[in-house]
C-alpha cells in the first residue's frame, strides 16, 4: 500500500510561488501517472495537473502557464511550482496515484491513492 506525504502549503501574498512536494513510499513509482488535485471549499475536486510515467504533462485550463509539474523517479517525489499565485488557487491541494487500470487523467476517480493534502491559502 503506498503512503503519500505533500509538504510545502501556506500562505502567500498574490503573484508569490510555492512549490508542493509529494513524497510516494510504497509501490514502484515510476510505473505511474501521479496528479495534483485541488479542493476548495464548496468546490467539486478538481485536476491540478498530471505527469505520466514517460514525462508527459497536462494541466488545468486555470493553471497553465502558471504551474509547472514533475517527478523525480529516484526520489519517489513529484512537485507542483506554483508561480503567479491567485486568490482564487486557494484550496486544499492533494497528491494522487492514477490507477494502472483506469484512463483519463482528468476524473479523480480514476485514482486510487491520495495524500492528507496541504493547505494553500492566497491573499490579496
Known amino acids: 500500500q503506498v503512503q503519500l506525504v505533500e509538504t510545502g502549503g501556506g500562505l502567500v501574498q498574490a503573484g508569490g510561488s510555492l512549490r508542493l512536494s509529494c513524497v510516494a513510499s510504497g509501490g514502484t513509482f515510476s510505473r505511474y501517472t501521479w496528479g495534483w488535485f485541488r479542493q476548495a471549499p464548496g468546490k467539486e475536486r478538481e485536476l491540478v495537473a498530471a505527469?505520466?510515467?514517460?514525462?508527459?504533462?497536462v494541466y488545468g485550463n486555470s493553471v497553465k502557464g502558471r504551474f509547472t509539474i514533475s517527478r523525480d523517479n529516484a526520489k519517489n517525489t513529484v512537485y507542483l511550482q506554483m508561480n503567479s499565485l491567485k486568490p482564487e488557487d486557494t484550496a486544499v491541494y492533494y497528491c494522487?496515484?492514477?490507477?494502472?487500470?483506469?484512463?483519463?487523467?482528468?476524473?479523480?476517480?480514476?485514482?486510487?491513492?491520495w495524500g492528507q493534502g496541504t493547505q494553500v491559502t492566497v491573499s490579496s
Open positions: 505527469v505520466t510515467s514517460g514525462g508527459s504533462t
Open positions: 494522487s496515484r492514477k490507477s494502472l487500470a483506469r484512463i483519463g487523467v482528468y476524473d479523480p476517480t480514476n485514482y486510487d491513492s
